[in-house]
T-cell receptor, first 115, second 111 residues
Framework: DTEVTQTPKHLVMGMTNKKSLKCEQH?????MYWYKQKAKKPPELMFV???????INESVPSRFSPECPNSSLLNLHLHALQPEDSALYLC??????????????FGQGTRLTVV | GENVEQHPSTLSVQEGDSAVIKCTYS??????FPWYKQELGKGPQLIID?????GEKKDQRIAVTLNKTAKHFSLHITETQPEDSAVYFC??????????FGQGTELSVKP
């Protein structure tokens, strides 16, 4: 099983809403990642969790709040987002705790629209 | 800063022809270079990768070459098929433990 599962696939939320994105993997990977991808652009790293601890935060605004409840799950809590936050949000995981020199798997993403 | 340049941004080939995508990186410490294929509405899928101690790697119709001296690496797809149509991203590792992605190449294979 080389699958990273993300839910929901699509999400529309208002600027005052609170919502959460979920990611799950059962490959025993010890590193999990959140990326943001705008149309026709490469993925941009947001957060890295290694052994369930936040190891990298790429200066992401506090309206995005990550959480890693256990080694298989990764959440991204959203609050007071702006329309420019609309994008495809990708979760990834890798066996190595750094996404270098190790194969990383991406989920299908959550298409987020902020209205 | 760390940067990966990818060319071309769009590539159109006839079915059966070869396709080549080239990337140049700036971080001399980079030692891992994956290539991802992203189809419409899907997440990126790793298709091949190469490490700095290897100059070339092949997997069926896909091959990657690496020139560490010149700091560039390339993806070669032979006998292209319509299902190869997608956006391809190269990436390079950084000393800080991240992947830096190129800007992507939209490959179109015409039947």
């Amino acid at each position: 099983d080389t699958e990273v599962t993300q839910t929901p696939k699509h999400l529309v939320m208002g600027m005052t809403n609170k919502k959460s994105l979920k990611c799950e993997q059962h490959m025993g990977h010890r590193a999990m990642y959140w990326y943001k991808q705008k149309a026709k652009k490469p993925p941009e790293l947001m957060f890295v969790y290694s052994y369930e601890k936040l190891s990298i935060n790429e200066s992401v605004p506090s309206r995005f709040s990550p959480e890693c409840p256990n080694s298989s799950l990764l959440n991204l809590h959203l609050h007071a987002l702006q329309p420019e936050d609309s994008a495809l949000y990708l979760c990834a995981s890798s066996q190595g705790v750094r996404m270098v020199n190790t194969e990383a798997f991406f989920g299908q993403g959550t298409r987020l629209t902020v209205v | 800063g760390e940067n990966v340049e990818q060319h071309p941004s769009t590539l159109s080939v006839q079915e059966g022809d070869s396709a080549v995508i080239k990337c140049t990186y700036s971080d001399s410490a980079s030692n891992y270079f994956p290539w991802y294929k992203q189809e419409l509405g899907k997440g990126p899928q790793l298709i091949i990768d190469i490490r700095s101690n290897v100059g070339e790697k092949k997997d069926q119709r896909i091959a990657v070459t690496l020139n560490k001296t010149a700091k560039h690496f390339s993806l070669h797809i032979t006998e292209t098929q319509p299902e190869d149509s997608a956006v391809y991203f190269c990436a390079a590792s950084t000393e800080g433990g991240k992947l830096i992605f190129g800007q992507g190449t939209e490959l179109s294979v015409k039947p």
